[in-house]
């Protein structure tokens, strides 16, 4: 039998398990491409309703009464549906220090996020695609900022604050001395995010913009606004989840006049034991608003977030 009449019989690699054929997969390979099937996703499943498990007790124990809630645990309530009454918001909404904390945290929210979201996507823009002197190190510098914590500045800038009064306005102790902590601390994230986003978009969609005579102002307004949609609305629900939660900025420049309904928790936390029935509906109200933004703008979110893989 010549050389080609073998080779002929003989088995290919792919049969015969020759070394030509395709390598066997692994433990980890066979693991991974299966993590996608019906059992991954009833696990992902499993493990969301897991996460929302304090939130909905957060949420039975705030529609208990105050004595219900101290003799025992809030999941009893499914073999004793009577507990459940709303007397505990009608008691906190007729609070009128916890009202006012309420619109001091709009207050306080809306126009930090506002102004982070403007001031970013100008100064963004400007970095990105406008040509001036010593614009990359004033780059660097905002860069810089980012590794600056919150901390370092409570003390230097609440002095600062004293100084500042105009007439019976005091900046210590006020909304707007506040909502300028967040919008200060805030910049250096905004930009960072929407310069790379700006930078990704062709070149040749300012450039024609500009050959039809467009401003600045109006390639911005007409182009990058509309095709940074998606990175702009991620940025101003991070922003004002951010604001909405926080607590050590209002402790530091917040009065009782000025506090956030955080602020406003916190000082009931002092008697813990007794006031639970005040705690519960208080922190619910204060966590839906967030979760009504948050899936309110999900699809822009999701599309900012996968924007920089789909290019």
Do not use: C
């Not at 080779?7 to 390598?23: N, R, V």
């Not at 220090?97 to 945290?105: A, E, L, P, Y």
């Not at 001036?132 to 409570?154: C, E, I």
């Amino acid at each position: 039998m010549s050389t080609a009449e073998k080779a002929a019989q003989a088995p290919s690699g792919a049969e015969g398990g020759g070394a030509a054929g395709a390598p066997r997969r692994g433990l980890a390979a066979r693991v991974v491409g299966r993590a996608g099937g019906g059992a991954a996703q009833a696990l992902l499943v499993l493990i969301a309703l897991f996460w929302l498990v304090p939130t909905l007790g957060l949420l039975v124990a705030s529609l208990r009464s105050n004595e219900d809630n101290n003799a025992d645990g809030w999941w009893n309530v499914f073999t004793k549906p009577a507990q459940l009454t709303g007397e505990s918001y009608s008691a906190l909404l007729d609070k009128g220090d916890f009202v006012d904390s309420f619109w001091n945290t709009v207050l306080i929210t809306v126009p930090a996020t506002l102004l982070v979201v403007a001031i970013a996507s100008l100064a963004a823009y400007a970095f990105a695609w406008m040509e001036f002197p010593g614009r990359d190190w004033l780059f660097l510098g905002v860069v810089a900022l980012l590794v600056v914590p919150v901390q370092v500045a409570l003390i230097p800038v609440a002095k600062l604050y004293g100084y500042i009064e105009f007439g019976s306005f005091h900046m210590f102790g006020s909304v707007t001395g506040v909502v300028l902590f967040h919008v200060a601390f805030g910049l250096p994230f905004a930009i960072f995010l929407l310069r790379n986003f700006f930078a990704a978009i062709p070149r040749d969609l300012l450039e024609a913009a500009r050959m039809d005579g467009g401003s600045e102002w109006t390639i911005f307004r007409r182009v990058i606004f509309p095709l940074g949609g998606p990175a702009i609305a991620s940025l101003g629900i991070f922003q004002f989840l951010w604001v909405w939660n926080d607590l050590l900025v209002a402790l530091v420049f917040a009065d009782t006049g000025s506090q956030p309904m955080t602020k406003w928790l916190q000082s009931q936390m002092r008697q813990f034991t007794g006031n639970i029935d005040i705690l519960a509906p208080g922190a619910f109200l204060s966590l839906v608003v967030p979760l009504v933004v948050f899936f309110a703008f999900q699809r822009y979110f999701v599309q900012g977030v996968l924007a920089g893989s789909v290019k």
